[in-house]
């Protein structure tokens, strides 16, 4: 197992979509779950949203539910989040990671190195 590798930061306007993809370990990829942490300035990193190894459970932060959704493809070895309708206070370094259960706070057994998602008002 290695670290998983984000992409798809970025800047956007309020009220935007951004979409963030991570790529994990193909063999052992669909034996765990995944989730997404973000770190803003100045603030502890906290818990966004996480997926079962299966899809079949998903948690959202009280903060993003309703606008952003996680889903995952383990044919592609991939965990997407879909974020809408983003807020300035959205703006952080977004993680993936990878667990043995979804349920939160996950203690992640591995992390990325992070995606700067940055929000203007």
């Known amino acids: 197992q290695v670290p998983p590798v984000e992409s798809g930061g970025g800047l956007v306007q309020a009220g935007g979509s951004l979409r963030l993809s991570c790529a994990g370990s193909g063999g052992t990829f669909s034996m765990y779950a995944m989730g997404w942490f973000r770190q803003a300035p100045g603030k502890e990193r906290e818990f966004v949203s996480s997926?079962?190894?299966?899809?079949?459970?998903?948690y959202y932060a009280d903060s993003v539910k309703g606008r952003f959704t996680i889903s995952r493809d383990n044919a592609k070895s991939t965990v997407y989040l879909q974020m809408n309708s983003l807020k300035p206070e959205d703006t952080a370094v977004y993680f993936c990671v990878t667990a043995q259960v979804a349920r939160p706070p996950m203690n992640p057994r591995y992390w990325g190195q992070g995606t700067q998602v940055t929000v203007s008002s």
């Open positions: 997926i079962s190894w299966s899809g079949g459970s998903t």
